[in-house]
């Protein structure tokens, strides 16, 4: 039996993959494409750290198959262009041991895609989905406050 080829568009670039269609895009990016910066956390969409974008909404990597992807682009964290929230990331000392960060930072980088000048309450809610065991949840708070303001 032959594997199917899967097309992904990852970054702004086009891929061809010999991969089973149901297998998660999470898995496809680290484990054939080598890009290793989405991570596996819960395995069950809980955690957030395999949150990606497709087609600039966010969405967990580990829940998402190749077939649900197949004509869409594919952010992570790699891709990501969004200058003033990685500065005020920095700015407002965010990480700590560093695990979560890629999937905060995309859904941080959605949040303000659509809301550029959130409040509180709704920085709170686009960011419920992403657990940080180290706590630095009032630091992501103020880094996303800031970078709505820069």
């Given at each position: 039996m032959t594997t199917p080829t899967q097309k992904l568009m990852v970054n702004?670039?086009?891929f061809t993959l010999d991969a089973d269609p149901n297998m998660s895009?999470?898995?496809?990016?680290r484990?054939?494409?080598g890009l290793t910066?989405?991570?596996?956390g819960c395995g069950a969409g809980l955690c957030g750290?395999?949150?990606?974008?497709?087609?600039?909404?966010?969405?967990?990597?580990c829940l998402t198959s190749l077939k649900q992807v197949q004509g869409k682009q594919v952010t992570t964290i790699e891709g990501?262009?969004?200058?003033?929230?990685k500065q005020a990331w920095l700015a407002h000392n965010v990480p700590q041991c560093g695990y979560c960060q890629a999937g905060q930072l995309m859904s941080a980088a959605a949040l303000l895609t659509s809301t550029p000048k959130p409040t509180e309450t709704q920085i709170l809610d686009a960011m419920s989905g992403n657990i940080c065991r180290c706590g630095?949840?009032?630091r992501i708070k103020a880094?996303?406050?800031?970078?709505s303001e820069a």
């Amino acid at each position: 039996m032959t594997t199917p080829t899967q097309k992904l568009m990852v970054n702004g670039k086009d891929f061809t993959l010999d991969a089973d269609p149901n297998m998660s895009v999470l898995w496809a990016l680290r484990d054939i494409l080598g890009l290793t910066g989405t991570k596996f956390g819960c395995g069950a969409g809980l955690c957030g750290a395999c949150t990606i974008h497709v087609d600039g909404s966010p969405m967990r990597g580990c829940l998402t198959s190749l077939k649900q992807v197949q004509g869409k682009q594919v952010t992570t964290i790699e891709g990501l262009e969004a200058e003033k929230l990685k500065q005020a990331w920095l700015a407002h000392n965010v990480p700590q041991c560093g695990y979560c960060q890629a999937g905060q930072l995309m859904s941080a980088a959605a949040l303000l895609t659509s809301t550029p000048k959130p409040t509180e309450t709704q920085i709170l809610d686009a960011m419920s989905g992403n657990i940080c065991r180290c706590g630095t949840y009032p630091r992501i708070k103020a880094a996303i406050q800031s970078a709505s303001e820069a």
